[in-house]
């Protein structure tokens, strides 16, 4: 089959599915990663492929957008909905692409490659490492001035890992929001009573966790550890901590308290403004 041919049908099926409101998985190449890899609805990812949604923008401003654990299936960009709806005039400006994590779809009805580990704590190994070169790739292509990166909840913690794993991924700046750093303090503090049922069956508590690679964190990235108040699912203490480490080792790092319930962030005014500077390159660091 001709790549003409095959371009034509995977479009067809492209408008197939938005029309029923069926996710498709993007296509593979016969080595991995991404058949049809455009920057803009996919990106090759190792193996995988992973989907995205891109918001054009001034490409000197990069602003991309990592979802949480997914355990009710919801679309991965749904949160990041939210916070384009709030209007950031900064935001508006930057070049904005939320990126699917593993066997997660997008509300364009495109979906990533891969295990979603939906019902299980999904910082995984590969996970981590082909988010890595995901983002990696779209900085690469874009070359922007400065790369912004909000993450929430287990895509918080997915980052942060990133951040000492993979530091030569040049991330500028990361707006983490109630990020699990330390999974077995997440546990504890939020699952006290029944906290083997998040556990992974394969990895256990050999799950990694971001407070063991601040090591390797590059001092110029500027880290915006967010958390909320009125957060149930993980408390300020996890962030807290996970702070004291990062100054320890000189990183360049701030805790900012908002009124947010876990799933509030994105709405939230204060974290609004926030987003409104650093998607522009601009430190509010304290």
């Known amino acids: 089959m001709g790549i003409g041919v095959f371009k034509d049908i995977f479009a067809l099926s492209f408008a197939l599915l938005l029309l029923t409101g069926c996710a498709m998985s993007l296509p593979k ?7 049809n890899e455009d920057f803009v609805t996919a990106v090759s990812a190792g ?3 992973l989907a995205l949604k891109t918001t054009a923008g001034n490409s000197d401003y990069l602003v991309l957008y990592l979802h949480g654990d997914n355990i009710y299936k919801r679309p991965a960009d749904r949160d990041f909905n939210k916070l384009m709806a709030k209007n950031s005039v900064g935001l508006n400006q930057a070049h904005k692409i939320a ?12 979906a990533s490659t891969g295990d979603s580990c939906t019902k299980t704590i999904c910082v995984l190994q590969k996970n981590v490492d082909s988010i890595a070169i995901a983002i990696n790739r779209l900085i690469q292509h874009y070359k922007p ?12 913690g997915i980052i942060a890992t990133i951040l000492g794993k993979h530091p030569d991924v040049e991330i500028n700046s990361a707006l983490l929001l109630a990020g699990p750093y330390n999974q077995n303090q997440w546990l504890d503090t939020t699952y006290p009573d029944n ?12 799950n990694r966790s971001a407070d063991e690679f601040i090591a390797g964190i590059r001092n110029d990235v500027a880290i915006y550890l967010v958390t909320g108040r009125n957060d149930t699912n993980v408390k300020t203490i996890v962030a807290q901590t996970y702070y004291d480490k990062l100054i320890k080792k000189g990183k360049n790092v701030v805790v900012i308290e908002t009124d947010s319930t876990h799933f509030g962030f ?19 660091l304290k």
């Open 29 to 35: 190449g016969p080595e991995g990663g991404c058949a």
């Open 99 to 110: 990126i699917a994590r593993p066997g997660h779809n997008l509300t364009n009805g495109l």
């Open 195 to 206: 906290k083997r049922q998040w556990l992974d069956p394969v990895y256990g508590v050999n």
């Open 266 to 284: 994105e709405e939230d005014d204060n974290f609004v403004k926030i987003v409104d500077q650093v998607s522009q390159g601009k430190s509010v």
């Open 47 to 49: 193996k995988e492929c």
């Open 145 to 156: 001035k400065h790369t912004t990166v909000i993450a929430r909840s287990g895509g918080a």
